[in-house]
């Protein structure tokens, strides 16, 4: 009877600390809408890479966002030399996902930024991350990461952006900025 005892017990712990670890995790991150041309004011909690951040709204929910049409080079797979222009030297490439990065936190991490969203996007893209500019200090970090040659135009989605972005990336590759000056 008491080895019956104990293990109900035992099993009631576990299951009750099962289930409270599941609430917890799915609790890290919430699904939020950003209505359409909205700005939505957030705090950068983590810069995953140099266009990929954890968000906290003022609700409390937490979300990943994507930075919308921008792309740095890859810091957890594999940079493709047919994304950037035909920069075979994908070593180079590595080293400016790093610098990317390091880049975002500098200038992103813990601080106070709004997100935009854009009427031509969908609101969230194929990770299920929330796809939205972000603005700190009323400059669009996007453009940062342009002008100092951090990141490429991403091309294949649709932002009211795209033609600015593309005059910005143009010039960062004919003075060779960044991840520009690595070899072809």
Avoid: H
């Avoid at 983590?46 to 049409?69: H, K």
């Avoid at 709004?114 to 400059?139: N, P, T, V």
């Avoid at 600015?164 to 000056?181: H, N, P, T, V």
């Amino acid at each position: 009877m008491r080895t019956a005892t104990f293990i109900f017990v035992i099993l009631t712990i576990i299951s009750g600390c099962a289930s409270n670890s599941v609430t917890s995790i799915q609790a890290t991150l919430t699904p939020v809408t950003i209505k359409t041309d909205a700005t939505e004011s957030v705090k950068v909690s983590r810069v995953i890479d140099g266009d990929t951040f954890e968000v906290l709204f003022g609700s409390g929910e937490m979300d990943r966002v994507r930075l919308l049409g921008i792309d740095t080079p890859e810091t957890f797979s594999s940079n493709k030399a047919d994304e950037y222009n035909g920069i075979t030297d994908i070593e180079c490439l590595d080293s400016w996902g790093e610098k990317a990065t390091i880049f975002a936190q500098d200038i992103l991490e813990d601080k106070e930024v709004k997100l935009i969203a854009d009427d031509l996007s969908d609101r969230r893209g194929y990770y299920d991350r929330l796809l939205s500019y972000i603005e700190i200090d009323g400059k669009d970090f996007g453009v940062l990461l342009l002008e100092g040659g951090y990141a490429r135009v991403y091309t294949e989605g649709k932002s009211t952006r795209k033609n600015q972005y593309i005059l910005l990336e143009d010039q960062a590759k004919s003075k060779k900025l960044g991840l520009w000056a690595c070899g072809t």
